[in-house]
């Protein structure tokens, strides 16, 4: 797999150089993996981001950890597919905190890239344009998330109303 490819593709190394995105491959790790592995889980620790080589992930999330109806435990609901280029886990870039949803493999053999935190944070105290760079992007990323998940939201609401 030709990581530099990859990451070339991926929304958050827009406007990287041939150097940055060579720098940023350097600390890569590759990995396969299989149909219905969970990468991660909704509230555990987080310090990796993700970006897709090959196949699909589901983003889901736990409604009962924001119900209050304990009857029945319902069960994870997707919110994304994600596919080749796309990206995820980049809140554990910023603040390091709880992740706020699981990832399943959604395709058998799919291919991440998997970035840790402490070298592409030592990366970027290296190269502050590259650092700069990569904060940007992923402002910008995390930007259309929230404003898709915003209208998303607005949607589940209309539709409650109208029912």
């Not at 797999?1 to 590759?30: K, N, P």
């Not at 981001?49 to 304990?70: F, K, M, N, T």
């Not at 890239?113 to 590259?130: G, S």
């Amino acid at each position: 797999m030709d990581i530099e490819g990859i990451l070339i593709q991926a929304d958050i190394f827009m406007d990287f150089t041939a150097d940055q995105i060579h720098a940023v491959a350097g600390i890569c790790l590759q990995r396969s993996f299989d149909m219905g592995d969970l990468l991660f889980e909704e509230n555990s620790a987080s310090d990796e981001l993700y970006v897709i080589a090959r196949g699909e992930v589901e983003i889901l999330v736990d409604p009962s950890l924001v119900s209050d109806h304990h009857e029945t435990r319902p069960r994870p609901s997707t919110i994304a597919t994600l596919r080749r280029g796309q990206s995820f886990g980049e809140i554990a870039l910023v603040d390091q905190g709880l992740r706020s949803a699981s990832a399943r493999i959604a395709r058998p053999d799919t291919q991440l890239v998997i970035i840790p935190r402490d070298k592409l944070m030592t990366l970027c105290d290296q190269d502050p344009v590259l650092g700069y760079r990569l904060m940007s992007n992923l402002a910008a990323d995390l930007a259309l998330k929230i404003r898709n998940t915003d209208l998303l939201m607005r949607e589940k609401l209309l539709y409650a109303r109208s029912r």
